[in-house]
Nanobody
């Protein structure tokens, strides 16, 4: 079965960095684009970044452009989100997602808290 497991979240101070990982199983990872989403308390889930199958194309939400970098290692079935210059407004649960045959599969998320 499809499984996505996020890790790497935690509590950091503003301006610091974190790297999130999403390890996938149950499907051919290299055949699918992947996404990072986040959901802040009291807000709707929003798309943060997308990466193409081979990793050659990426897109970002305006709010994270220039600070976050999405990448993937298809040999390890793993996607990453490098988050630099973190701000309090980046506080959220971060999820990875893949769409397979029209169905969305989500991980359980990892909490990122940015606070002084």
């Amino acid at each position: 079965q499809v499984q996505l497991v996020e890790s790497g979240g935690g509590l950091v101070q503003p301006g610091q960095s974190l790297r999130l990982s999403c390890t996938a199983s149950g499907f051919t990872f290299s055949n699918y684009a992947m996404n990072w989403y986040r959901q802040a308390p009291g807000k709707e889930r929003e798309l943060v970044a997308t990466i193409s199958r081979a990793g050659s194309s990426t897109t970002y939400a305006d709010s994270v452009k220039g600070r976050f970098t999405i990448s993937r290692d298809n040999a390890k079935n793993t996607m990453y989100l490098q988050m630099n210059s973190l701000k309090p407004e980046d506080t959220a649960v971060y999820y990875c997602k893949v769409r397979l045959s029209g169905m969305d599969y989500w991980g359980k998320g990892t909490l990122v808290t940015v606070s002084s």
